[in-house]
């Protein structure tokens, strides 16, 4: 199956600094998305960004299928970005979403 | 909207026990699917649904069974818990497949002793 790789796996930020976190993958990239999970547990969905770039107040993601990852940017870092990011696309565009391991972030005051 | 809704939120199980989690969703979404996290594993799929009557294995499915009777619910149900089955699980639904943007629930952390 499709592999899903992360970087950085752990990341610390001051609040105010900019980050970008990247998903590399094994397989062609259909249908990506980026989903934050916050301390609680909560998932959330970002971004659905199959190629192009998107932006969302201080979030934007790049994603370059011809060359198999996604990059998501984080401007102006708050403590509230504070959780797991993680990306994932299915196998072939079908019904399989695939998730990377994540990206641990904490925001510093 | 309540959106996706679980129950449990916690569960403690002793192993050999059974136990369903419930999941549903007001969206009338046609795919559901259910997905274990573990730490340092990211999430990783169990079944799936496309619709009412239909299911499908994601990448673990043993120990694991599902149906799907209503358009709004897709329970899980572990007949004989295993340690190894102490994880969270979320339950999502979308309007379609991979392709459609996932609405997930608030999840349910299962410990089996």
């Known amino acids: 199956g499709i592999q899903v790789e992360q970087s950085p796996p752990d990341l610390i930020l001051q609040e105010g600094a900019n980050s970008t976190l990247r998903c590399n993958f094994s397989d062609s990239v259909n249908n990506l998305q980026w989903f934050h999970q916050n301390p609680w547990g909560q998932l959330i969905n970002l971004f659905y960004i199959p190629s192009g770039t998107k932006q969302n107040g201080r979030l934007s993601a790049t994603t370059v299928a011809t060359e198999r990852y996604s990059l998501l940017y984080i401007s102006s870092s708050q403590t509230t970005d504070s959780g797991v990011y993680f990306c994932a696309s299915p196998e072939g565009g079908g019904n399989k979403l695939t998730f990377g391991t994540g990206t641990q972030l904490k925001v510093e005051l | ?113």
């Open chain 2, 1 to 113: 909207n309540a959106g996706v809704t679980q129950t449990p939120k916690f569960q403690v199980l002793k192993t050999g026990q059974s136990m369903t989690l419930q999941c549903a969703q007001d969206m009338n979404h046609e795919y559901m699917s259910w997905y274990r996290q573990d730490p340092g594993m990211g999430l990783r799929l169990i079944h799936y649904s496309v619709g009412a009557g239909i299911t499908d294995q994601g990448e673990v499915p043993n120990g694991y069974n599902v149906s799907r009777s209503t358009t709004e619910d897709f329970p899980l149900r572990l007949l004989s818990a295993a340690p190894s089955q102490t994880s969270v699980y979320f339950c999502a639904s979308s309007r379609g497949p991979g392709g459609y943007e996932q609405y997930f629930g608030p999840g349910t952390r299962l410990t089996v002793t």
